[in-house]
């Protein structure tokens, strides 16, 4: 049962997949989904490629492809954060593929840990969208760094009964000190930093000047005594909404959609000041060990399949064209999705590549932030 059927259970009074599973994660207990996978054949662990990826993503479903080909899932190893997760490369790490966003592909690239994929090597390739990988800080030689895997907003999400939205939906609702105690945020400040430029007034074509830290700084200590919660984990803070703790918070598609399944009322908010829009994929590191397998897992998730569950179960765009013909256009509006995903990011802002240093700052002056300086 995906999202969609959920959404119906619950105009039907019937339990949903995710509320149970999500009933069950939060008592301890996790849904062994991998051992009902077909399994063609027993390959070892060290065979596999090994998939660099923010929690969440480390699931079956989007290797439906890879596993009738391989037998198996790939490794993972999970993220929170992309400053974690290129950190951890630039100390040694070696995973075959990991998964930033398109945003940060010039500042990764050029530490010299990646190589562009070699498109012909994936038969999906035919039918991903081409807008969401043509742009020239993401091609060498005519090959892209970075493949799409899913695409979306950041903006608020907020419970429609206990938050006491008054006028226009707008970032000042994550500001507003009468639910002092009772917001939350994202903690990365990939996201975090960019939001705040919009509620700050800040063009992204500005964000690196000092008056731009400046003004977004500010803007950050003044809602820092107003947050009871900062987390990338993206469960931490679904429950936290779902339970009535926060009333309202930074968030993605994600949220809002399992939310909404589980009966919890609660809305994505169309920010009148425009939400975060972004595009991420993953990227082959230059030393990939297990490069064939490389290929497959890529391959695997810019299949229909994995694109289908990212709309239906995540509420995340979709790459692939064909994903989107299963879908009507009622259904795409209940997901907050359009078909032509050209028109959601550029009905946002979307982000512009920095350079290490400037990251570095940023990150700095967040984390900073965080503790209360």
């Not at 509620?199 to 809602?223: H, W, Y």
């Not at 009871?228 to 994600?254: C, F, H, K, P």
């Not at 009322?265 to 297990?290: D, I, N, S, Y």
Request: net charge negative; with cysteine.
């Amino acid at each position: 049962m995906d999202v969609l059927d959920q959404l119906g259970a619950l105009r039907e009074g019937k339990l949903s997949r995710r509320a149970f599973g999500r009933s069950l994660f939060a008592s301890g207990i996790s849904l062994v989904t991998v051992p009902m996978l077909p399994r063609r054949a027993q390959a070892a662990a060290e065979d596999h490629a090994t998939y660099f990826t923010w929690g969440g993503f480390d699931i079956p479903d989007y290797f439906d492809e890879y596993v009738a080909k391989r037998g198996e899932l790939p490794n993972f190893v999970t993220f929170g954060s992309v400053e974690e997760a290129l950190n951890k490369l630039s100390s040694g790490f070696v995973a075959d593929i990991a998964h930033p966003c398109l945003s940060d592909v010039p500042r990764w690239s050029s530490t010299g840990l990646f190589q562009p994929v070699d498109t012909s090597r994936l038969s999906n390739w035919a039918d991903m969208i081409p807008e969401l990988w043509n742009v020239p800080y993401n091609l060498k030689d005519g090959m892209p760094w970075m493949v799409p895997f899913e695409w979306g907003q950041t903006s608020i999400a907020y419970r429609t009964d206990l938050f006491d939205l008054q006028g226009e939906e707008s970032w000042d609702m994550l500001w507003d000190a009468r639910h002092a105690g009772r917001l939350g945020s994202l903690g990365a400040g990939g996201d975090v930093w960019w939001c705040a430029a919009i509620k700050a007034g800040v063009p992204f074509d500005q964000i690196n000047t000092d008056m731009a830290f400046e003004k977004i700084s500010a803007v950050l200590r003044e809602q820092r005594p107003l947050i009871r919660m900062y987390t990338d984990d993206t469960t931490s803070l679904d429950t936290a909404l779902a339970a009535g703790e926060i009333v309202a918070s930074m968030a993605w598609n994600s949220s809002v959609v399992s939310l909404s399944a589980q009966g919890v009322p609660v809305k994505f908010a169309r920010p009148k000041e425009g939400a975060l829009t972004w595009v991420c994929g993953m990227m082959l590191h230059a030393q990939a060990p297990k490069i064939d397998s490389a290929y497959d897992v890529l391959d695997s998730l810019i299949s229909e399949a994995a694109a289908v569950f990212n709309m239906r179960d995540y509420g995340y765009g979709g790459v692939n064209r064909k994903a989107f013909a299963g879908f009507s256009d009622e259904e795409l509006a209940v997901l907050g999705l359009s078909r032509n995903p050209v028109d959601t990011l550029q009905a946002g802002h979307f982000g512009i590549p920095q350079t290490a240093e400037w990251d570095r700052r940023m990150t700095e002056t967040w984390e900073q932030i965080k503790l209360g300086f």
